[in-house]
Structure formats: structure tokens, C-alpha cells
């Protein structure tokens, strides 16, 4: 059966060629409007200084505020996880289960190498829009979702443009403000790939998904298990562990080994993985009752994930071995990442001078 996707005849268009401008702005009050890197301004909405906030206590300050809105928001977390932890697991964990991308790319004749490459520059996409890392994680589960489900044989060129609106419908799915197509044809793929092309990819996707989009990624496992074996977390010390759990996950969608292993089994190891990084800068988590909760938590025995662990550490720290060329990962996260772990380790250091 010809493909569908090759008779769209898509301009030839290399990764690298098609790097993104994603042109923004920063208002007075720091933030960056998100409806602009969408290729539109909504000028008929208040900005955020207009808005009515009475409500507010006039006598906090900034930093009050954000750590009495941050407080409130894990309190939350923290009851809403109590309340229905158990239940949002199981159902996550059925979802998954009727979704297979264990070798989903032998028979179009795309590489695991290509695949990578396309993640790598899904991630500075990604990172260039300011989207949510949901927005990356989706991405990259609807193309796998897609190659593994789709009926007809495609070819490595089509890899492309299924990339690029895997990027479209995840942005529709997780962001406030989607990406416009007008955008992505001008900005992300510079006029090789149009938004009607864009358009008839996106209703192929759909129809092959049965239009389920919002299969359970791995970030979202991760995060629920975070969540649960440290209930009582400490904020510097869980928003660095939370970063670097982050940045593996990140790695592991390089991985395309991994499509075969359940991501609710990839988040345990990468949550064990991140802790042992941590435990290293000397911020601990007494780890092996972490371990010990995490098994628990995720119902796979401890060898299971000690196993996988060690495999997601050799592939962070020998990055550049494992998958030559790509940089976009490290270009875009590392800064941030190495903020956070400055940011905690002063902090550690300040709670041990105080006792």
C-alpha cells in the first residue's frame, strides 16, 4: 500500500534546516506571552496588570505570595494524592496497557538514530515555544502511537512531517494556547512543510489513534511517584530532585529501546535514578527506603528497577557516546538544571551552618 504520508510530495527538509525562529517578547511584568510565539496577538486581552486582583492581601509581599499560592498548591497535591493516589495510578496503569510501541519503527525503515535526532529537535522546538515538557512527552508518544498503529508502510522522509504535527496536536492537547499552523509553517519548518499538509497529517493521526491522545507518558508516571514517596517534601531539595528526574526522562526519550519497557517502569527507575544523583551532591534522601516505597508504589519488584536505573544513569552520564551529534537536549536544560543544583546546594549548606 503507498503511503499516504509520501504522496503529500513535502518538500526535503533537514532537521538542522529546520530549526525554529520563535520570535517573543517580555511585558513589564516579566512574563512572555505565549499567544505571540503562537503567530498571533490577542490584543483584545487585558494584560495581566489590567486584571482585578482585590483579593489579594496588599500586605504581602511578591515572595509571600508566591510561597503562600506554592504551599497552597502542594497541600493540595498532597490531599488530592491521599484521596485518590491509588485510583489515578490504576487507571494510568490500564491506559497504558492497550497502548504497544515495542518495535514500532522495522517496518518503515526509520532508524533508531533518525528517531533520536528527531527528539533531540522536538526538544528545542519545544524549548524555543517555552511549551510545558507535557507538550514534549505527548509528542513524542503520539509518534511513536502513530508508527506503531498506522496501517500503511511509511518511509524515513515521512518521519518529518509526522514530528512536526505530533509537535501540532500535542500543543492543542496540553497548552493554554496552541501553536497556529500559519507559525509552525513559517517559523518551525520555514515554508518546506505546509499548514494544509500539516492539516491532512493531523486527520490521518487522528483517525490511527481512534482519537485517544492523552495516553499516560512517562513524565506523568514520574511525577505521581514523586509526588508519593515524598509526601512531606522539602521545597529546595524535591524542586531538585523534580529537575533532575526531569532531565532524565528527557534522555530517555532519545532511547528508542525503551519503547519496548512500560514508561510506568521507566518513570520508577528514572525516580530512583534521580535519587541517586542527588544522594551524590549530598542532600539524602535515605535511599533505600525510598527504594523500598518506590517498589511499593509502582508494584515492580526492587531488581526490576535497580536494573533499569543503572541503565538510564550509564545513558545520561555517556550522553554523547550514546546518541553522537545531539545537543539540543544539554543546549536547552542543562543551564536551568545546573541553576537548580547551585540554588540547592547553598541551601544545603546554609541548613548545615544553622545547626
Known sequence: MASKISNLKTKQITLAEASPECPHTKPKNGRVHRNKLAGKEMKDVQPMSDVDTTWENS???????????????????KDLLNEYGDEVLDHMKKMTAKVNTADNLARHGISAQLRAKMIDWMIEVLSKCQCDDQTLFLSAKLLDRFFA?????????????????????????????????????????????????????????????????????????????????????????????????????????????????????????????????????NIRFTEDSLLDNLSQISCFPKEKILALSQHILNNAKNFGKVFPGLNKLNNYTLPKLNQVISNAQMFQMGTTQKK
Open 149 to 281: 498503529d498506522v496501517k500503511c508502510a511509511c518511509t524515513p522522509g515521512d518521519l518529518h512531517i509526522v514530528g512536526v504535527t505530533s509537535i501540532v496536536l500535542a500543543a492543542k492537547y496540553e497548552e493554554i494556547i496552541p501553536l497556529r499552523l500559519d507559525f509552525v509553517e513559517e517559523k518551525v519548518t520555514h515554508g518546506k512543510i505546509t499548514a494544509e499538509q500539516i492539516k491532512q497529517i493531523e486527520q490521518l493521526m487522528v483517525q490511527t489513534l481512534k482519537y485517544w491522545l492523552g495516553a499516560p507518558t512517562e513524565l506523568d508516571f514520574l511525577l505521581h511517584y514523586l509526588q508519593a514517596i515524598l509526601p512531606n517534601k522539602e521545597a529546595m531539595n524535591f524542586e531538585f530532585l523534580e529537575s533532575v528526574a526531569r532531565y532524565l526522562a528527557k534522555v530517555n526519550l532519545h532511547d528508542y529501546n525503551l519503547n519496548s519497557i512500560s514508561p510506568d517502569l521507566t518513570a520508577a527507575a528514572t525516580a530512583h535514578a534521580a535519587i541517586k544523583i542527588v544522594d551524590e551532591v
Open 59 to 77: 500586605s504581602m509581599s511578591t515572595n509571600d505570595s508566591e510561597e503562600a499560592a506554592q504551599n497552597l498548591k502542594d497541600n493540595l497535591s
